[in-house]
Structure formats: structure tokens, C-alpha cells
């Protein structure tokens, strides 16, 4: 496992670049993973979009900044995410913004269809679902924890209309879109803080 984890490291980037990625793909009408579909590239262009207002309006609570700063361990985030992810789109900018809130968490990016070991560890109910990040100790190298693909509100959301329809349709998934604008981050960032104080 360890091994693993070292080689998606090697091959990762940082946020920035990802984000950069992104705008790239998304002026020149491409996307990550091997399907070039349509309606993924769409996707990517969309959420170039989504990330761009992110990182220009998102804001962490100061309760929130408060326990970040307190860590004093040095930690790697590893995310594992495509371009055309909707819900990558809303949740890896709350994972950077939160993490910059302390030098001692370090975020690095891999693509998921590209690191298919590294998925294969980390499933969520059997699926490849993304964004996954994995937190990962720096001195001991060992796993702390993992989040996603969803925060625990949006994973409700999920779970409860799954449950009574069988399966998620596109006017839910508009609903989930609403739903991530609303919440503006905020749900994400109070789960990521919950896990790094575990």
C-alpha cells in the first residue's frame, strides 16, 4: 500500500496546476480520462467555471480556521479526481482552502483513471467514486483518514433519494448542484476539520 501511495505521490501535482489543467482542457475543448465524450468535455468546461468562482469566493469560518491551525503534524492531502467531476468541482477548493489555512498540510492531486491502484484502495461502497482524499501522516507514511466523495450533507441528500427512487436523476443532480452553492463549502470544510481531529 505504501508503495503505492509513494508512486501516485511522485506523479502528482499541486492544486494550482490542477486548476491550471482544468482551464487548459476546458479552452481547448478536452478532458481527462480516456473517454472523450461530449458530454464530459461539457462537464469540464463547466466546472473550470465552478472552480474559477471557488477560489475567488470562498471563505473558511473562523471556527473552522481555528482547529486547522492548530495542527502541528505535517500531512499530505493526495486527491483523487478527474476534470469532469461535478462534485470534485465543489469540494477539491474547500480541500485547498483549508489547507492553506497551515503550511503543515501539503495537497497534491493525481487523476483517478491514472492511478487505478491507488482507487482501487479507497473505494466508497464498491465504487470509484471522486473526489477521494486520502490524509496521509508524512513521518510514519501511514493513512489518518479519508473524505469524499460527497460532504456528509450532500452524501445524505444521495443516500435518502437513492433509497426511494433506485437511482439519482438528472433533475436531482441540479438539485445537488443548488444544494453545493447554498452551502457554499462550508459543510465540507467542517468534515475535513472533524477528520483531523480524530
Not at 461530449?38 to 474559477?52: C, G, H, S, V
Not at 495542527?71 to 493526495?78: A, M, S
Not at 489555512?101 to 492511478?115: A, F, Q, S, T
Not at 493513512?143 to 450532500?154: E, Q, Y
Request: a negative charge; glycine letters at 4%; proline letters at 3%.
Amino acid at each position: 500500500m505504501n508503495t503505492i501511495i509513494k508512486d501516485s505521490l511522485q506523479k502528482s501535482i499541486t492544486y494550482t496546476e490542477y486548476a491550471d489543467l482544468i482551464k487548459n482542457l476546458a479552452e481547448n475543448e478536452d478532458t481527462t480520462g480516456s473517454e472523450k465524450a461530449e458530454n464530459l468535455i461539457e462537464y469540464t468546461k463547466l466546472n473550470a467555471r465552478r472552480m474559477k468562482r471557488w477560489d475567488k469566493t470562498l471563505k473558511v469560518n473562523q471556527a473552522v480556521k481555528e482547529r486547522v491551525e492548530k495542527i502541528d503534524k505535517k500531512i499530505t492531502w493526495l486527491v483523487l479526481t478527474e476534470s469532469w467531476c461535478g462534485d470534485a468541482a465543489h469540494v477539491v477548493p474547500v480541500m485547498q482552502k483549508v489547507a492553506e489555512l497551515n503550511p503543515n498540510i501539503n495537497v497534491k492531486v493525481v487523476l483517478r483513471d491514472e492511478n487505478e491502484a491507488l482507487m482501487n484502495n479507497f473505494l466508497t461502497n464498491g465504487g470509484k467514486s471522486i473526489p477521494k482524499l486520502i490524509m496521509i501522516d508524512d513521518i510514519s507514511g501511514e493513512v489518518i483518514n479519508t473524505f469524499g466523495p460527497r460532504p456528509s450533507g450532500a452524501t445524505q441528500l444521495v443516500n435518502d433519494y437513492k433509497a426511494k427512487h433506485g437511482m439519482l436523476t438528472p433533475e436531482f443532480k441540479e438539485d445537488l448542484q443548488r444544494w453545493y452553492n447554498q452551502d457554499k463549502g462550508q459543510n465540507a470544510a467542517n468534515d475535513l476539520v472533524e477528520l483531523l481531529s480524530v
